[in-house]
């Protein structure tokens, strides 16, 4: 089952534009993660943000996490065609061994 | 460093033929793990091993699916007999178990099998 809902689904922008994609997830986690899909190929991991955490940043990435909506975002700023991918937060309860359950993904589109 | 070796990366079955899938995971990696992703849905975890050992495989359909880590390195997914519904892409990853409870997951190309 899919622990995550992303939002929205398919976004489409221009090349230097800010995307943002939301996760909503179901129940208490120990950690959140980000991870983008390029077409036909694997999953790479983006960035990890621990439950007591509310914000982290690496490189043009920002997430946040608000664990008491039981919610978290992704920011990409000044995005690039690269970044064309589609992107999936994973969330991790950690029942004494990691379980990652992941959302139904946001497919992004940035155009030149 | 090398990353997680899949094979082989295409497959085309007919319906209820068996196939296999094959895994090297990340070299010193002792978690393994196998997702099963259709199209247009997120991954979603079949089996994960420690070394071995199964730590879970609650959402293997075990009537048809089966996996073995044998020596702890290398992997197998197996489906017998297919079904339709078994068209994906199936991903293996692998971790570092450290005990912290943080750890990413190292995904490979994956394998897409189509059922006719």
């Known amino acids: 089952s899919q622990q995550g809902e992303e939002d929205p689904q398919a976004l489409s922008i221009q090349e230097g534009e800010n995307a943002t994609m939301n996760c909503s997830y179901k129940?208490?986690?120990?950690?959140l993660q980000w991870y983008r899909q390029n077409s036909g190929r694997g999953l790479v991991h983006l960035i990890l943000i621990r439950s007591n955490e509310r914000e982290k940043h690496s490189g043009r990435l920002r997430v946040t996490l608000d664990t008491s909506k039981k919610s978290s975002s992704l920011l990409i700023t000044a995005s690039r065609a690269a970044d064309t991918a589609s992107y999936f937060c994973?969330?991790?309860?950690?029942?004494?061994?990691?379980?990652?359950?992941f959302g139904t993904g946001t497919r992004l589109l940035v155009s030149p | 460093e090398a990353g997680v070796a899949q094979s082989p990366r295409y497959k085309i079955i007919e319906k209820r033929q068996s196939v296999a899938f094959w895994c090297n995971p990340i070299?010193?990696?002792?978690?393994l793990y196998w997702y099963q992703q259709i199209l247009g849905q997120g991954p979603k975890l079949l089996i994960q091993f420690q070394n071995n050992g199964v730590v879970d495989d609650s959402q293997l359909p075990k009537d048809r699916f089966s996996a073995e880590r044998l020596k702890g390195v290398d992997s197998t997914l197996k489906i017998q007999p297919a079904k339709l519904e078994d068209s994906a892409v199936y991903l293996c990853?692998?971790?570092?178990?450290?005990?912290?409870?943080?750890?990413?997951?190292?995904f490979g190309p994956g394998t897409r099998l189509l059922v006719l």
């Open positions: 070299s010193g990696h002792a978690t």
């Open positions: 994973a969330t991790d309860a950690w029942t004494g061994f990691q379980k990652l359950v």
């Open positions: 129940t208490s986690i120990n950690n």
């Open positions: 990853a692998s971790s570092l178990f450290l005990g912290d409870r943080i750890e990413t997951q190292y």
